[in-house]
């Protein structure tokens, strides 16, 4: 079984801080690593994907990939308010040609005004 | 583009009933993934169908089950439902899903609350 860590938080930063959420994957050959993001009562909205090694931005988010070190990460800079949600990693490997896709448990983030 | 409809949004049914979901992915995709969330256990994936083909399954038992249509419309259906089964149910549509960066976009979800 494929497994995707996240530790479930709550994470507290305050407002204007960097926050800096963490996931890590037990299968090398993962291929590709998604953010969502989840508000209380609604359903994952994708954020951003990564599936190179390095840093990929997209406006306030960046997100990490090790793959070495099986780690992937996402930073929100300047957070806000609105950034209070659960955020979700989902981790895509190939198994018999088909990709299938295993979801961490998702980190909680609190961001105090 | 309209997005992931899902239908119905609340249901409330009880121990031994059957129910049924509906799931309207984006146009133009043709994958269709259906998960379970539970405050406990997170998003359980389910199964996936492609061109009316189930091509993944999850760790469920057979009381679930799933089909989708040739306009790429799915369904999935719980037997003999238990007070366990009440969770968010969440699809899911990707353009093919083979792809590695092809990504999915979840629908609202069905709340399925079993009493």
């Known amino acids: 079984q494929k497994e995707v860590e996240q530790n479930s938080g709550p994470l507290s930063v305050p407002e204007g801080a960097i926050a800096s959420l963490n996931c890590t994957y037990s299968?090398?050959?993962?291929?590709?690593f998604f953010w969502y993001r989840q508000y209380s009562g609604k359903s994952p909205e994708l954020i951003m994907f990564?599936?190179?090694?390095g840093d990929k931005e997209d406006g306030r988010f960046t997100a990490q990939l090790n793959k070495a070190s099986q780690y992937v990460s996402l930073l929100i800079r300047d957070s806000q308010p609105s950034d209070s949600a659960t955020y979700l990693c989902?981790?895509?490997?190939?198994?018999?040609?088909?990709?299938?896709?295993?979801f961490g448990t998702g980190t909680k983030l609190q961001v105090i005004p | 583009k309209a997005g992931v409809t899902q239908t119905p949004r609340y249901l409330i049914k009880t121990r031994g009933q059957q129910v049924t979901l509906s799931c309207s992915p984006i146009s133009g995709h043709r994958s269709v993934s259906w998960y379970q969330q539970t405050p406990g256990q997170g998003l359980q994936f389910l199964f996936e169908?492609?061109?009316?083909?189930?091509?993944n399954k999850g760790n469920f038992p057979g009381r679930f089950s799933g089909r989708q249509f040739s306009n790429s419309r799915s369904e999935m259906n719980v037997s003999t439902l238990e007070l366990g089964d009440s969770a968010l149910y969440l699809c899911?549509?990707?353009?093919?899903?083979?792809?590695?960066?092809?990504?999915?976009?979840f629908g609202p979800g069905t709340r399925l609350t079993v009493l």
């Open positions: 990564i599936y190179s090694n």
């Open positions: 899911a549509s990707s353009l093919v899903s083979s792809g590695t960066t092809d990504t999915q976009y």
């Open positions: 169908y492609f061109s009316e083909t189930q091509r």
């Open positions: 989902a981790v895509k490997w190939n198994s018999g040609g088909y990709q299938k896709v295993t």
């Open positions: 299968d090398r050959g993962s291929q590709s």
